[in-house]
């Protein structure tokens, strides 16, 4: 994402202007851009014109459009398929991360008219008619970052199956799958049915990496090759053989370099989360977002499985932590941001805020995660506690609190009466 431009005062008022440029940008947008938002992007109408003799005309107009925000709707690029009978053309050594296919369709109040389709490399003015709070601006920040892009680059596979990923710090993108019918497997080695169409597997695959994995750029720092059997093996030195057949070296190189063997307990993209907690991965992307969220995550439901008191999940629940300063580390997912209603927003900005200066740490979900998808199953706000509560006992000292509150306004009231 660039940063165009951008003036916003103490108070909150201004506006940001940003050109996104890659799916992830597309996705930063959708968790900026809130319900009552004035935006303003190109756009492109057609207008009609009737002549004096009674003709039309019709002809397509660009224009800079403002519209005020009553629904934002991402969806994220899909991901095509192949199988056994469809062409796989061999790409060389070339190496390109997908293109840019993540669509932001925004509505206005007034009808079809008023909507705006945000594009790739396009400037998109944001101002927010309640002012930019802390998180949105972090948000802006971040998504600023210069070099950020794909950081894993995973395939997950069966016998006959894969399925490409890719995970950058908020997106995990699934950008393609191949099926290849496999036989039951043959005795006779070297000769059957079952370790023809494992070599023809195998060719697809090949292709398909080339086509899907960024293993030239410089921001991939692991290319991930996980199955529940030996499949992962097989993939590996599948893909070395014919890379140094077709005098790949880069490929090699990458493939030496940064290849982690995982096993995984079935060949789903759900499995890309026991992929995130094993040792291997955890070693060497200890530092990325993605990884932190799969790591915290963890830790919340094994905490959830010993000491519950230190555990606790629900807005209700993890407000109460948070107002007696118990709370070591907050998880919440990016979803509760997106809220319509502006109140229930700035309650979440201000639990945020309040931990913040209590000193404990905050980790924002994504939920274009597999983490952040748990996390949302769980209210998609959890905490773990730097010491134990009791949840019935805070609740029954809030009820207490409230009812001496109460008996203490009726002795107010019955004071000024008299």
């Not at 790409?91 to 945000?118: K, V, Y």
Request: glycine letters at 8%; one cysteine or more.
């Amino acid at each position: 994402m660039k940063l165009v431009g951008k003036y916003v005062d103490k108070n909150g008022a201004g506006y940001v202007s940003l050109r996104p440029e890659d799916d992830e940008d597309m996705w930063h947008l959708y968790n900026i851009i809130q319900q009552g938002d004035l935006v303003r992007a190109p756009a492109i109408r057609r207008v009609q014109n009737v002549s004096a003799t009674g003709s039309t005309e019709s002809h397509r107009v660009k224009l800079n459009l403002t519209i005020q925000v009553s629904r934002v709707e991402f969806s994220s690029s899909g991901a095509p398929s192949s199988s056994a009978d469809q062409a796989s053309s061999p790409m060389g050594s070339s190496s390109a991360a997908p293109t840019t296919t993540a669509a932001l369709h925004i509505s206005g109040p007034m009808g079809a008219f008023h909507t705006l389709d945000i594009e790739g490399n396009r400037d998109v003015r944001i101002e927010k008619v309640d002012g930019w709070d802390s998180v949105a601006l972090a948000r802006v920040e971040e998504s600023c970052v210069p070099g950020r892009g794909a950081e894993v680059g995973a395939v997950v596979c069966g016998e006959g199956t894969a399925a490409f990923c890719l995970l950058s710090q908020h997106m995990t993108l699934v950008t393609h799958r191949i099926s290849v019918p496999i036989p039951r497997k043959a005795s006779a080695p070297g000769t059957s049915q079952y370790e023809k169409a494992m070599a023809r597997f195998y060719a697809i695959l090949y292709d398909a990496f080339v086509r899907h994995i960024p293993y030239t750029s410089p921001s991939l720092r692991a290319i991930v090759l996980a199955s529940p059997g030996w499949v992962r093996e097989g993939v590996f030195n599948a893909m070395m053989v014919e890379a140094g057949r077709r005098g790949d070296k880069t490929l090699s190189k990458a493939l030496r370099e940064k290849t982690v063997k995982v096993h995984v307990s079935s060949a789903h993209v759900h499995s890309l989360v026991e992929v995130l907690k094993s040792p291997e991965i955890v070693a060497q992307l200890k530092e990325t977002k993605f990884a932190r969220e799969g790591i915290v995550l963890d830790k919340f439901f094994k905490m959830l499985g010993v000491d519950e008191m230190r555990a606790w999940y629900g807005p209700d629940h993890v407000r109460l932590a948070a107002d007696r300063g118990a709370i070591g580390t907050l998880l919440i997912s990016d979803e509760l941001f997106r809220a319509s209603d502006p109140k229930l927003r700035k309650t979440y900005v201000e639990l945020v805020e309040g931990v913040q200066q209590k000193g404990a740490e905050v980790v924002m979900f994504s939920s274009m995660h597999e983490s952040g998808q748990q996390l949302n199953q769980l209210t998609g706000i959890a905490a773990i506690l730097t010491f134990p509560l009791d949840v019935e006992v805070v609740e029954a000292e809030e009820r207490e609190a409230g009812e001496e509150e109460r008996r203490q306004q009726e002795t107010k009231t019955l004071d000024g009466g008299g």
